[in-house]
């Protein structure tokens, strides 16, 4: 029987533990002499508060979107993927070489290709510290960890020596052509006499990682495959004796992982930048992970935990903007929402264990 109610742990627990971050970032931003009230109504604003601040919201939640189901899927099978980062990295490489190298007459089938591409190559690179794990025991985290250096290293190798435009000094690729530009929200939304800022830069590709989610959970949730997958998350020893395997349960679990966090790239680098540029990621991977955990793992959790982050890094900018909070500031505010609701999960879950515990005998008795 369970502790307490499912409710109480997709709802109540990252509630209590938002309520615990925003209790501390209060004091943080009052310990620096500014007010807190204050700040809030200007991330709200910033943030939420015109079409421009959802325009960013929006675009960072795509991200985040991505590489939470990518940490979520990998989680499920007991596999902890913090190569996400890299995984993008390699993903754009993989948008990038669709777009640039391949003539297309429309976004639609540029977009299909590049999603493949990016895909593939995510995929590729989650897949050597898959094999690592399930044939050679090498833990996944010290290795998806290392694949991220190595992805930046060759990231900017091609950038460089390979992809830059004859003399350029900017070690980005050229732009993409016309015609695989992806429409962006306002242009979307156009048709149906909705207005939206032409400034912002959220596009199509907030379509493409909401079917992610929908996908995923159709996938984890309502195949034989997902079910394998949960299954060897929950008891290896379990899964064997069932007679699923440990190696191949690993590299699917893996290559899909590494290839939704490389579909990340149709969003920041064909949808936005519209070129390949150095440090296109800025740390979306890294936070994939706390949008997973806050999310519970769960596609709809994600997508409710990706839109929050994106308030978060949206709000955050127009405070340093517009106020004497400095940017660091903004970050230990992101990173206490992380460790609430992340590593300090069972400060609130224990307690309310006991609390539900408790009320069962109550009502029992």
């Known amino acids: 029987m369970d502790k307490m109610p499912k409710w109480a742990d997709v709802v109540l627990i990252p509630l209590i533990s938002l309520i615990l971050a925003a209790i501390l970032s209060a004091l943080v931003i009052l310990g620096i002499g500014e007010d807190p009230w204050a700040a809030v109504k200007l991330m709200v604003s910033g943030a939420l508060g015109s079409t421009y601040g959802w325009g960013y919201t929006l675009y960072y939640a795509t991200n985040f979107m991505f590489t939470g189901l990518a940490v979520a899927v990998a989680f499920h099978a007991r596999l902890f993927n913090i190569g996400g980062e890299g995984q993008a990295m390699l993903g754009g490489l993989g948008v990038a070489l669709v777009c640039l190298y391949i003539p297309w007459p429309h976004w639609t089938l540029a977009l299909i290709a590049a999603c493949a591409g990016?895909?593939?190559?995510?995929?590729?690179?989650?897949?050597?510290?898959?094999?690592?794990q399930a044939r050679r025991g090498s833990h996944i985290v010290i290795t998806t960890i290392m694949f991220n250096f190595i992805a930046a290293a060759v990231l900017n190798y091609m950038l460089v020596n390979?992809?830059?435009?004859?003399?350029?000094?900017?070690?980005?690729?050229?732009?993409?052509?016309?015609?695989?530009?992806l429409p962006t929200l306002h242009e979307i939304l156009a048709p149906f006499g909705i207005g939206f800022s032409k400034a912002a830069p959220a596009n199509f590709s907030l379509i493409v990682a909401v079917a992610a989610c929908i996908l995923v959970w159709a996938l984890i949730w309502r195949t034989r495959l997902g079910y394998e997958i949960r299954a060897y998350g929950h008891s290896e020893t379990g899964a064997r004796y069932a007679g699923i395997s440990p190696y191949r349960i690993t590299m699917i679990a893996m290559l899909i992982s590494g290839g939704l966090a490389?579909?990340?790239?149709?969003?920041?680098?064909?949808?936005e930048a519209e070129r390949l540029v150095l440090n296109a990621t800025e740390g979306a991977g890294f936070i994939g992970?706390?949008?997973?955990?806050?999310?519970?793992?769960?596609?709809?959790?994600?997508f409710l935990a990706a839109i929050l982050f994106g308030f978060l890094y949206?709000?955050?900018?127009?405070?340093?903007?517009?106020?004497?909070?400095?940017?660091?500031?903004?970050?230990?505010?992101?990173?206490?929402?992380?460790?609430?609701?992340?590593?300090?999960?069972?400060?609130?879950?224990?307690?309310?264990?006991r609390l539900f515990l408790r009320l069962r005998k109550g009502r029992e008795a």
Do not use: C, K
Request: proline share 7%; hydrophobic share 60%.
């Open 118 to 132: 990016a895909a593939l190559f995510g995929a590729a690179w989650a897949a050597i510290p898959a094999y690592l």
């Open 162 to 181: 390979v992809m830059r435009p004859q003399g350029s000094m900017d070690p980005a690729s050229a732009r993409f052509p016309e015609a695989v530009h």
């Open 262 to 271: 490389g579909l990340m790239a149709i969003n920041n680098v064909m949808g």
């Open 289 to 302: 992970i706390a949008v997973a955990l806050m999310g519970r793992s769960h596609p709809f959790g994600v």
């Open 314 to 353: 949206q709000g955050g900018a127009e405070l340093a903007l517009w106020t004497s909070i400095p940017r660091e500031l903004i970050v230990v505010i992101q990173a206490l929402v992380i460790l609430f609701t992340g590593a300090l999960d069972n400060m609130v879950r224990m307690p309310l264990e």
